[in-house]
């Protein structure tokens, strides 16, 4: 039986759906730690610096390490592209999408299994207004840094480690990541729905920066509002009304959003922005989701739920 040469080991573990877990497992772990020491922390002002940092420490600085040791050179090219006048209306839809989708599965939660889905205790403690609060802190630490780092993590690097491998892969696999940074199995689906269309977007747009903006809106949304409004409306009119109005909403967001990223790849059928087609999804999909790093990834986020 013949050894396989060193060189081909290297390449065949250089691959992305073997490597980029490995990233995400030390981000995991880390992540859970950190949060281990900002619960002792007491100070507010000093709170949302840790926060900050963490998110630096935890999220970014991984992030370039990865780059580095992968000598620049990613499966394709990280979607780091300025955003054009084109993308506009596409953004905008897309936070429609965004508003009325959130809404529509708490609307689930509430009315069809009979449970909440939970905001975490710090947002409430910030929508309460408990504390000494500083909004620029509260904005920067909060709001802004988590926004940037984490689409530089998932959309920039997991979803163009991905792509090699099939878009539709591409997008689902950062938007399990990303829910699983989350550390909820209850707000799962919330977190999922939200990756799934900031990686399309980061898609049809080749840019990282739509998603940033609209993922700024979205950590605006759950620092800033309360999940009581959707429980008010649902008194007021109740359910039924309540669930047709937000199904409708949600069908003309999408169709909308939809034709604006239609309106994307046909501008890419007319002037490629690669070379080659990217592969099938399906061609992938058992490498990709039965990768072992990924399995071994999944069973870290798995008891790490089960312990907190």
Known sequence: MQSIPAAEKRIRWNQPHLTAPILMLFILGAMHFSRHILAGSEDVADLFLSISLVQILVLLLPCMLYYLLKKRKLATPMPVAPMKMRH??????GGGVLIVGNLLIKFFYRAVAEQSVST????????AGEGELSFAGVLLSMVIIPAVCEELLFRGVILAEYRALGQGNAVLISAICFAM?????TNFPVYLFVGILLGVITNAS?????????HIFSNTLSVFTSDQFLNIIMQKNGAFFVGFLLAVLFGTALF???YCVELQYLRFAQDPPEQSLPPKNRTHLAKVFLSPTFLVLTAAFLLITALQ
Request: a neutral charge; charged letters at 5%.
């Open 181 to 185: 940074l989350h550390f909820s199995v």
């Open 120 to 127: 975490p205790a710090f947002f409430e403690g910030l929508s």
């Open 88 to 93: 506009i209306a596409l953004t905008l839809f």
């Open 206 to 214: 080749r840019s990282v920066i739509p998603a940033m903006l609209l």
């Open 256 to 258: 909308l959003f939809l």
